[in-house]
């Protein structure tokens, strides 16, 4: 653990880009796949919608509630996909960073479904809590602006718009300290929310300062991506809505632009699995620095 139980901002950062380093060479292969998989639900989506509103444009057979019921089921079916796949890469990210290096198998996922469904239930209470939490903030801001300064501009308007990204700093730094129970959960020993809680007492602020700093690296990657992937092609048409042609949407472009297109959002949803990984690892890298292992994390295979 860190001198006087402080969380190291730097070095944890400098830990958690290691170890996503290593992480993403050891499972490029699972990366390529899951980007894969992406690509091909969002692209069912729309061929789904397209096949029903041609059948009903050709036939008249299905009503405007029965295509709309069919499409928003298919939408929510691939969101839960894709969140299943998020959360399993999750565990795999902080799985590796506190038992060393591990497979998306039954000792990494556990035995059933209770470890991943055991992190989707906690990452959405935290995603809830935090929703309440900004609500309750904003909506006490407004109402003391409201009734101190009667809504007028002026210094209420100036303090008002001060306190408002400070109530977004504040949620998302409890947030953070919430996330803690995370990497527990991924290792299948979940710890208490009180003790999560506790764990992250005296490090709020570095918590909030460490995941800064990782947000402005994934900004970074989302640039470069940006910049090489879609600024040299902005001449196709890379949306996925004209790429399969939906009626309304003009004609279906080229074979060639469709492939050059499918590169592009194939190349976007592997810097998002990165991004997701590096988010990952600083939770557990976090959690290592702020209640380690008898043996202390494990920071020689990042290093390798």
Not at 121 to 127: C, G, M, P
Not at 194 to 221: C, E, F, P
Request: glycine fraction near 8%.
């Amino acid at each position: 653990m860190s001198e006087a139980g402080r969380l190291p901002v730097f070095e944890t950062v400098k830990l958690t880009l290691r170890w996503s380093k290593t992480i993403c060479l050891r499972h490029w292969r699972l990366l390529l796949v899951y980007a894969a998989i992406f690509i091909a639900g969002h692209f069912f989506i729309l061929y789904v919608s397209k096949l029903f509103i041609e059948l009903d444009l050709k036939y008249n057979v299905m009503s405007p509630l029965a295509t709309n019921i069919i499409t928003v089921s298919t939408f929510v079916l691939n969101i839960i996909i894709s969140l299943l796949l998020l959360f399993s890469l999750a565990i795999l990210t902080q799985h590796e960073i506190w038992r060393g290096p591990c497979r998306l198998d039954a000792q990494t996922l556990g035995r059933g479904p209770g470890r991943i469904l055991g992190y989707a239930f906690d990452s959405l209470a935290i995603a809830f809590m935090a929703l309440f939490g900004l609500l309750l903030g904003l909506g006490v801001v407004v109402a003391i602006f409201t009734l101190a300064f009667g809504g007028k501009p002026g210094l209420g308007g100036v303090l008002l718009f001060i306190a408002m990204p400070i109530v977004v700093l504040l949620t998302i730094a409890m947030t953070l300290r919430l996330s803690l129970r995370l990497p527990s959960r991924a290792i299948g020993q979940p710890v208490r929310w009180r003790d999560v809680w506790r764990m992250g007492r005296g490090n709020t602020w570095r918590l909030l300062a460490a995941n800064l700093l990782i947000v402005g690296v994934s900004l970074l990657l989302s640039v470069a991506s940006l910049t090489l992937i879609v600024l040299p092609t902005m001449t196709l048409p890379i949306t996925m809505v004209q790429m399969v042609g939906l009626p309304g949407f003009g004609l279906a472009p080229s074979l060639l632009t469709i492939a050059l297109s499918i590169l592009i959002f194939f190349g976007l949803a592997l810097i998002s699995q990165i991004q997701a990984i590096i988010g990952y690892a600083l939770l557990s890298v976090a959690y290592a620095q702020l209640k380690p292992l008898p043996e202390g994390p494990a920071t020689g295979a990042a290093e390798a």
